[in-house]
Nanobody
Framework: VQLVESGGGLVQAGGSLRLSCAASGRYFSTYNMGWFRQAPGKEREFVAAINWSGGNTYYADSMKGRFTISRDNAKNTVYLQMNGLKPEDTAVYYC????????????????WGQGTQVTVSS
C-alpha cells in the first residue's frame, strides 16, 4: 500500500483544513487507517483512527469535537477534517495503514505516507 497525503497548508487560528490520504493498491478497504502528527522537536503522536469499514472512529482527547476522520473505500481515500485549528496543531500530518495492533500506537502501522505540513498562525 502506498499512501499520499494532501491538503495541508497555512491557516489562521480558528480556521479549517481537510487533509486527504490517497492509497494505491487493491486492498485498501481491508486496512484500518490512522492519522498521526509530529511537531518540531516532539515525538509523533496519535490524532485519529478509523476501522476498515468506517464504522468505528477513535480520537486523541485534544482532537475530539474538532477533528473528524472518515473514509471512502470506493475512492481509496481517508480524510481528516480539522476545524477550530489552534497554533499548537502545527505539525506534519501523516496517514498510515495497519491490519492489526492498537490504533493509537505508531508501531502498529505498516505503511506510512510522506506527510503534509499544517501550519496554524495565531
Amino acid at each position: 500500500v502506498q499512501l499520499v497525503e494532501s491538503g495541508g497548508g497555512l491557516v489562521q487560528a480558528g480556521g479549517s483544513l481537510r487533509l486527504s490520504c490517497a492509497a494505491s493498491g487493491r486492498y485498501f478497504s481491508t486496512y484500518n487507517m490512522g492519522w498521526f502528527r509530529q511537531a518540531p522537536g516532539k515525538e509523533r503522536e496519535f490524532v485519529a483512527a478509523i476501522n476498515w469499514s468506517g464504522g468505528n472512529t477513535y480520537y486523541a482527547d485534544s482532537m475530539k469535537g474538532r477533528f473528524t476522520i472518515s473514509r471512502d473505500n470506493a475512492k481509496n481515500t481517508v480524510y481528516l477534517q480539522m476545524n477550530g485549528l489552534k497554533p499548537e496543531d502545527t505539525a506534519v500530518y501523516y496517514c498510515a495503514a495497519r491490519r492489526g495492533g492498537f490504533y493509537y500506537t505508531s508501531e502498529s502501522y505498516d505503511y506510512w505516507g510522506q506527510g503534509t505540513q499544517v501550519t496554524v498562525s495565531s
